[in-house]
């Protein structure tokens, strides 16, 4: 498979609401099949400072991202009916050969970002808003 260019020719302010606090974040948007599977491949750490968002055009469809990065990022999953977040967690870099395919389902929006995000926008599981 050959690789789309990156960053990604779109992108998306994210809402983040947290104890009455609205925070405004500007992100890289993969909302095509193909922008989602390619996802952070192909990319180096040093060139990985703003989130990606990967936009899913049909949250109740299964829909795949590869996740062959040498890097750890964050991921944080938010409820396509509720928008809060529903799993935050640390995707670390794979020490074996091979291809790593991540599905997705019943999310609106999956955000990929520098490990620590979470930490810094204090974005919390069941208590986070994220539009």
Do not use: W
């Not at 091979?98 to 979470?118: K, N």
Request: charged share 20%; hydrophobic share 40%.
């Amino acid at each position: 498979m050959k690789h789309i260019r990156f960053p990604f020719a779109e992108s998306i302010d994210l809402s983040i609401v947290k104890g009455g606090k609205t925070t405004i974040i500007n992100c890289e948007l993969a909302s095509s099949d193909v922008e989602i599977f390619q996802s952070l491949n192909y990319r180096k750490k040093s060139i990985f400072k703003r989130p990606l968002v990967l936009q899913f055009s049909n949250p109740l469809l299964q829909t795949y991202s590869a996740l062959n990065f040498d890097f750890a990022v964050e991921q944080i999953c938010v409820d396509h009916v509720t928008n809060v977040v529903k799993k935050i967690s640390v995707i670390s870099p794979h020490k074996k050969t091979g291809s790593f395919l991540q599905g997705y389902s019943e999310f609106s929006i999956v955000i990929l970002a520098p490990v620590g995000f979470a930490r810094e926008y204090r974005v919390k599981e069941d208590n986070t808003l994220i539009s």
